[in-house]
């Protein structure tokens, strides 16, 4: 590097073999994000938020399931999202999300307790993405 050339730090996210950016928070020690021959820097970093490409719902981990089951949904903007899990008619069992999210990867979990065996459904909505999985509760 030469002296006054911008840093910009990066961390290497060897479980997704892919680079991943930090937000620098505040800096600590030294001036700013340049680099200084024989300077130091300290800072207090996090990891930007990963955001997905495009919408997309998961399906139900466990499937079939026997108390609960979980759901992990991606939003590659902010935006107001509902996620009800419906019966086999439409008629919505339970409210898992309702309100506005942030761009991201997000889940929620269904648990089941005082609901009886059967096929079921959960559905997201969000600005411009519609998505239904189906879930086989066994009790």
Do not use: C
């Amino acid at each position: 590097m030469l002296s006054g050339e911008k840093i910009t730090l990066k961390l290497w996210d060897a479980a997704r073999q892919k680079e991943r950016a930090l937000e620098v928070n505040v800096v600590l020690g030294g001036f700013d994000l340049t680099y200084q021959t024989d300077g130091f820097l300290i800072v207090e970093a996090a990891l930007r938020p990963d955001v997905p490409e495009e919408f997309y719902l998961s399906e139900a981990y466990p499937n079939p399931f026997n108390a609960a089951a979980k759901f992990d949904f991606g939003l590659p903007e902010k935006g107001l999202v509902t996620l009800h899990i419906t019966d086999p008619q439409g008629r919505t069992i339970e409210t898992l999300v309702n309100g506005e999210l942030t761009a991201g990867h997000h889940s929620a979990q269904w648990d089941s307790r005082g609901t009886v065996s059967g096929i079921y459904f959960a559905q997201i909505e969000a600005p411009g993405f519609r998505a239904v999985r189906k879930l086989v509760l066994v009790k």
